[in-house]
């Protein structure tokens, strides 16, 4: 049980470039969400899902794209990488069942910077 | 949608102190409070959560109290050790039994804990 696997760990990307930030779980959860965290600003929302083909936008969606063909895969798109958008970026996920905790749980996160 | 304030945003106190930080929300139907812990360069990792028909749960040191009518909940750490150094989030979502699965998060507060 690996819990929740985010690749890559860290990554370089010019301005403009795409790319995508993989994020896998293996519990069977059906919530996954992915936030980004800059410095003095917390961690903000930027997708997230309830299921398997159903993906909703969070508090900072602009510039980022997902998707949920599976219930385990959560990949995050950056469409044209921009230095606003150089930060650690998190995926996590949850599961509905009340026992023993609804909490999310993070992937170890990815750095991003964009030069 | 929901928005949270967390206060303070650093906070330093000596071994021993308690330290108690304090974090409001907008939407009154959100029903599920949990705390998160994330040390230098880690993830964040889920301390203790409080769903709102609780006033108040305690979890060795640590405890959670929720007052539903005024919309803010706190986090009380007692008997304060160097190893709670960290920054500390509370978030706020809709929790069982509508789920939404999405979770904002507060902008965090540096706890110091000085030997």
């Known amino acids: 049980n690996a819990g929740v696997t985010q690749t890559p760990k860290f990554q370089v990307l010019k301005t403009g470039q795409s790319m995508t930030l993989q994020c896998a779980q293996d519990?069977?959860?059906?919530?996954m969400s992915w936030y980004r965290q800059d410095p003095g600003m917390g961690l903000r929302l930027i997708h997230y899902?309830?299921?398997?083909?159903?993906?909703d936008q969070g508090e900072v969606p602009n510039g980022y794209n997902v998707s949920r063909s599976t219930t385990e895969d959560f990949p995050l798109r950056l469409l044209s990488a921009a230095p606003s958008q150089t930060s650690v970026y998190f995926c996590?996920?949850?599961?509905?069942?009340?026992?023993?905790?609804?909490?999310?749980?993070f992937g170890s996160g990815t750095r991003l910077t964009v030069v | 949608g929901e928005n949270v304030e967390q206060h303070p945003s650093t906070l330093s106190v000596q071994e021993g102190d308690s330290a108690v930080i304090k974090c409001t929300y907008s939407?009154?139907?959100?029903?599920?409070f949990p705390w998160y812990k994330q040390e230098l360069g880690k993830r964040p990792q889920l301390i203790i959560d409080?769903?709102?028909?609780?006033g108040e749960k305690k979890d060795q040191r640590i405890a959670v109290t929720l007052n539903k009518t005024a919309k803010h909940f706190s986090l009380h750490i007692t008997e304060t050790q160097p190893e709670d150094s960290a920054v500390y989030f509370c978030?706020?979502?809709?929790?069982?039994?509508?789920?939404?699965?999405?979770?904002?998060f507060g902008q965090g507060t540096t706890l110091q804990v000085k030997p």
């Open positions: 996590a996920s949850s599961t509905s069942s009340r026992t023993p905790r609804i909490g999310y749980t």
């Open positions: 519990m069977n959860h059906e919530y």
């Open positions: 899902s309830v299921g398997a083909g159903i993906t």
């Open positions: 939407d009154s139907a959100s029903n599920y």
């Open positions: 409080i769903r709102s028909n609780v």
């Open positions: 978030a706020a979502s809709k929790g069982p039994p509508s789920n939404t699965g999405k979770l904002i």
